[in-house]
């Protein structure tokens, strides 16, 4: 796995990065050698936040955490990684080596996990996308009370989504073609 480190607001210490290197280290077996993993660690009043995104044959896992230290906020995002991979297992058996997740779970994982839950769509709806500017977009958002509101770019004419962050500011996400990775 490929992987990379980064600090916001804080030079990261050797050893910090290579503890992070060696607790992603125990996902080795599960993605394949073409997956990356990004770690970002950034400061902001004494709270130490670590993000880790892995991206491996087009699944993308994410988890951050916060606390007043870098190394038990590392534990915590790691911890999450390993429970969305657990409670996703049966879901992923196809995109990742198969053996290699049924022998990160028993070594891993407690007699006490939770169960693997079903996803239920309960409401599908129909709507029509227009083209709109993305401030256009969260006017649009806001004015309905949603956290997040899909429509089509004006400038790209590609389906776009924005989205209310927990900081309260917001998000914009665009289709990437995979071809232009290359």
Excluded: C, W
């Excluded at 993605?31 to 993000?51: G, L, P, S, Y």
């Excluded at 006490?112 to 996308?129: C, G």
Aim: net charge neutral; glycine share 4%; aromatic share 8%.
């Amino acid at each position: 796995m490929n992987v990379t480190i980064t600090g916001r607001k804080v030079n990261l210490r050797d050893s910090f990065k290579e503890l992070a290197r060696k607790k992603l280290s125990r996902f080795d077996r599960i993605f394949d050698e073409n997956a990356t993993a990004k770690i970002v660690v950034t400061v902001e009043r004494n709270r130490q936040t670590v993000e880790i995104t892995v991206h491996s044959n087009g699944m993308i896992f994410r988890g951050e955490a916060t606390d007043y230290d870098m190394n038990t906020a590392l534990d915590e995002v790691i911890s999450s990684l390993g429970r969305q991979i657990r409670k996703n297992k049966s879901r992923l058996d196809k995109q990742i080596h198969s053996a290699a997740l049924d022998q990160y779970i028993q070594q891993y994982v407690n007699a006490n996990a939770e169960p693997e839950e079903s996803y239920k769509i309960v409401r599908t709806k129909h709507f029509v996308v227009k083209p709109m500017s993305v401030d256009e977009a969260i006017l649009q958002m806001n004015m309905l009370e949603h956290q997040f509101f899909m429509f089509r770019n004006q400038d790209t004419e590609q389906i776009n989504v924005v989205y209310r962050r927990k900081a309260g500011n917001y998000g914009l996400l665009e289709p990437e073609n995979p071809a232009d990775d290359e």
